[in-house]
């Protein structure tokens, strides 16, 4: 079966930030599209120059190297070497700027080449979910120390929801821990199936059960990104709120 997706993004500096550290990005090759979405971190500038560099990045390396002939395991080797690489750069920043020194950014990315599956991926906390019969399931795992906590069965995902250590991330870009880069997960793709890619801003106000329903009522996935940024506003999020949302389309 033959698949299109439409897509809508949007990315808002909100009501309490002097800067919009968040970027997006939709990059549209012939044969591949990359959704993209990150949330900097770091003094000054410098969280907006790293999520910059790795939504710069990232499609970058996916372009030069995720060639037709590739079968599955060898486009998960190849975004995970896109993702370290985009985290070399950015540590290489840090090391040669002092004004950089410690800058960071989450990224979470949807990749799809034309005819195939979709590939997830995402180091941080931003997120990705899956929304298919009215259900939503989230695709990524958040790399804080709450999600640290519940996997080792010390706290409870509910009090993970509250903890101190939810927004303390212990793997990022612009950090060693990224290692090999991340877990990348294949979804099999259903006719009507959404996506979403969106910071903590959104998540860290608006409920799941929310999301899911805001997002399968929508009929235009532009209109459905600007309005699940103005949702979180309306519930008080004070972080910076992007988010990408994609629909598969039958045809």
Same mark, same amino acid.
């Given at each position: @079966?033959?698949?299109? =997706?439409?897509?809508?993004?949007?990315?808002?500096?909100?009501?309490?930030?002097?800067?919009?550290?968040?970027?997006?990005? $939709? +990059?549209?090759? *012939?044969?591949?599209?990359?959704?993209? $979405?990150?949330? !900097? @971190?770091? !003094?000054?500038?410098?969280?907006?120059?790293?999520?910059? +560099?790795?939504?710069?990045?990232? *499609?970058?390396?996916?372009? +030069?190297? =995720?060639?037709?002939?590739?079968?599955?395991?060898?486009?998960?080797?190849?975004?995970?070497?896109?993702? $370290?690489?985009?985290?070399? &750069?950015? @540590?290489?920043?840090?090391? /040669? %700027?002092?004004? @950089?020194?410690?800058?960071?950014?989450?990224?979470?990315?949807?990749?799809?080449?034309?005819? !195939?599956?979709?590939?997830?991926?995402?180091?941080?906390?931003?997120?990705?979910?899956?929304?298919?019969?009215?259900?939503?399931?989230? =695709?990524? $795992?958040?790399?804080?120390?709450?999600?640290? /906590?519940?996997?080792?069965?010390?706290? #409870?995902?509910?009090?993970?929801? %509250?903890?101190?250590?939810?927004?303390?991330?212990?793997?990022?870009?612009?950090? +060693? &821990?990224?290692?090999?880069?991340?877990?990348?997960?294949?979804?099999?793709?259903?006719?009507?199936?959404?996506?979403?890619?969106?910071?903590?801003? /959104?998540?860290?106000?608006?409920?799941?059960?929310?999301?899911?329903?805001?997002?399968?009522?929508?009929?235009?996935?532009?209109?459905?990104?600007?309005?699940?940024?103005?949702?979180?506003?309306?519930?008080?999020?004070?972080?910076?709120? #992007?988010?990408?949302?994609?629909?598969?389309?039958?045809?």
């Amino acid at each position: @079966m033959a698949f299109t =997706l439409n897509i809508g993004k949007c990315s808002l500096l909100g009501n309490y930030r002097e800067n919009n550290e968040d970027s997006i990005d $939709v +990059k549209i090759f *012939p044969d591949l599209t990359v959704n993209i $979405v990150a949330d !900097g @971190m770091g !003094g000054q500038a410098a969280g907006e120059i790293a999520s910059r +560099k790795a939504v710069d990045i990232i *499609p970058r390396e996916l372009r +030069k190297n =995720l060639t037709p002939h590739l079968n599955t395991e060898g486009v998960k080797t190849t975004i995970r070497r896109a993702i $370290v690489q985009a985290n070399e &750069e950015i @540590m290489a920043m840090g090391a /040669l %700027d002092k004004d @950089m020194k410690n800058m960071g950014t989450t990224v979470v990315m949807a990749v799809w080449r034309k005819g !195939g599956e979709m590939f997830v991926a995402g180091v941080g906390d931003s997120r990705c979910y899956l929304v298919r019969n009215k259900r939503i399931s989230q =695709l990524t $795992v958040d790399h804080s120390l709450a999600q640290a /906590l519940v996997e080792a069965k010390t706290i #409870s995902p509910a009090e993970a929801k %509250d903890h101190r250590f939810r927004n303390v991330l212990w793997k990022y870009l612009g950090s +060693k &821990e990224v290692g090999e880069g991340p877990e990348v997960a294949v979804v099999q793709l259903q006719a009507n199936d959404r996506f979403l890619l969106c910071t903590d801003g /959104l998540t860290g106000v608006v409920t799941d059960d929310d999301l899911a329903a805001f997002v399968t009522a929508a009929t235009d996935m532009q209109q459905c990104a600007e309005g699940l940024g103005q949702l979180a506003l309306d519930q008080n999020s004070r972080d910076n709120v #992007s988010c990408v949302v994609i629909e598969v389309v039958e045809g």
